[in-house]
């Protein structure tokens, strides 16, 4: 069974920084890896969505990186700012599941403070 | 284009009672995921449902809960006699299709509180 664990668990950093997110998975057989921002009390995002054929995804400044032999994959922040502050979550698709079927790990709370 | 729309938003029930949540996909979308987000954990796949059809419910509790997606109107995440630990918030996604390379598209939820 999948398993998806990221670490920190939470982050505070003073805006300006550039930041890492680390997310692992046990079972190195996926089909895509995607990070998700959560605000609270509000849905998922998504950001980024990596295909298990790819190294890596860009969007403005966030860069995912996947290294599906090891079972991780980093968010690279850079820049970080309070428009940030929010959760941060991993999820994995297997292969031979269906598209919705995802697994998440418990995310990274995230703040930026000014 | 409305994004996944789901009410209510907010929903406090005593134990014993019934909640009913309710998701309408993204227009376009014929495929509808629940997910559970309990306190200080992940989110958990529940179930996946076609118009008509449920796909994958292998993420359902066996009592309590059922799901259905009829050819006219919402989704319905139904739950019975609802317990404390059923205090949590239920994400409703969406999809087009199952094509590779797509992301499910998630409402903001409905937490649910028994009391």
């Known amino acids: 069974k999948q398993e998806v664990t990221q670490i920190p668990a939470a982050l505070s950093v003073p805006e300006g920084e550039n930041l890492v997110l680390n997310c692992s998975f046990t079972?190195?057989?996926?089909?895509?890896l995607q990070w998700f921002r959560q605000d609270p009390g509000k849905g998922l995002t998504s950001l980024l969505l990596?295909?298990?054929?790819?190294r890596e995804q860009t969007s403005g400044r966030l860069n995912a990186s996947l290294d599906k032999s090891s079972g991780r994959s980093t968010l690279y922040i850079a820049a970080s700012q309070p428009g940030d502050s929010a959760t941060y979550l991993c999820?994995?698709?297997?292969?031979?599941?269906?598209?919705?079927?995802?697994?998440f790990g418990r995310g990274t709370q995230l703040t930026v403070w000014p | 284009n409305a994004g996944v729309m789901q009410n209510p938003r907010h929903l406090v029930r005593r134990r014993g009672q019934e909640a009913r949540l309710r998701c309408s996909p993204m227009k376009g979308h014929s495929h509808v995921y629940w997910y559970r987000q309990l306190p200080e954990e992940g989110l958990k796949f529940m179930v996946y449902l076609q118009k008509e059809n449920i796909i994958d419910e292998s993420g359902m509790p066996k009592e309590r809960f059922s799901a259905e997606f009829p050819k006219e109107g919402p989704s319905i995440l139904r739950i019975q006699q609802v317990v404390r630990g059923d205090s949590a918030a239920y994400f409703c996604a969406s999809s087009p299709a199952q094509m590779s390379g797509n992301t499910i598209y998630f409402g903001e939820g409905s937490w649910l509180t028994v009391v």
């Open positions: 999820a994995v698709r297997d292969r031979g599941s269906t598209l919705g079927r995802l697994y």
């Open positions: 990596i295909q298990s054929s790819q």
């Open positions: 079972d190195s057989a996926i089909y895509n």
